[in-house]
């Protein structure tokens, strides 16, 4: 038998310590997860905008992937995106017109903003391409401005011409 084994324990210290230590880390957590949720970028007033700044940008991504409604805001007219797509050349069968936001996230958060008597606005650049297959024609860049509604509660998206 070895000399070092003893029959007394003094383990009642090491324990406290050990609960003291449980206790801090749980209320460090505590205030971390305050801190951090107040100033997390995709908080929103809920009540000023209708909805949150979430799925408000979610809502904006769902408008501008349904390009058949999609229109185009060009001189006081809506004209649909296919329409004037089209004018340049007909779409052959298969081919799909797309509009994907050309930003970043953060930029995106950044440009969902509180719209003056309730809602939200936002306006970014799109870039509008034609699929066909495997080949991708990409057409040319147009600004989306989207916004929600607070009182009706529906979230709209316009493409606007150069200069509009």
């Not at 007394?8 to 209320?27: E, P």
């Not at 799925?55 to 001189?75: N, P, S």
């Not at 996230?105 to 950044?110: A, D, K, Y």
Request: aromatic letters at 4%; charged letters at 20%; one cysteine or more.
């Amino acid at each position: 038998m070895s000399e070092h084994t003893s029959t007394n324990r003094h383990g009642g210290a090491g324990r406290a310590l050990l609960w003291v230590a449980i206790a801090l880390t749980v209320a460090l957590l505590g205030f971390v997860t305050i801190f951090v949720s107040q100033r997390n970028p995709i908080y929103s007033d809920r009540d000023a905008g209708g909805i949150s700044k979430f799925k408000f940008i979610e809502a904006c991504k769902e408008v501008l992937e349904d390009t058949e409604e999609l229109t185009v805001g060009a001189g006081g007219q809506s004209l649909p995106l296919k329409t004037l797509v089209e004018q340049g050349s007909p779409l052959k069968p298969g081919d799909k017109i797309h509009a994907e936001l050309e930003a970043e996230p953060t930029e995106i958060v950044r440009a969902a903003q509180l719209a003056e008597g309730g809602g939200w606005a936002m306006t970014l650049p799109t870039t509008i391409a034609i699929h066909s297959g495997e080949r991708v024609t990409t057409l040319g860049q147009l600004p989306m401005q989207c916004s929600h509604d607070k009182k009706t509660g529906k979230t709209t998206a316009q493409l606007a011409l150069p200069g509009q």
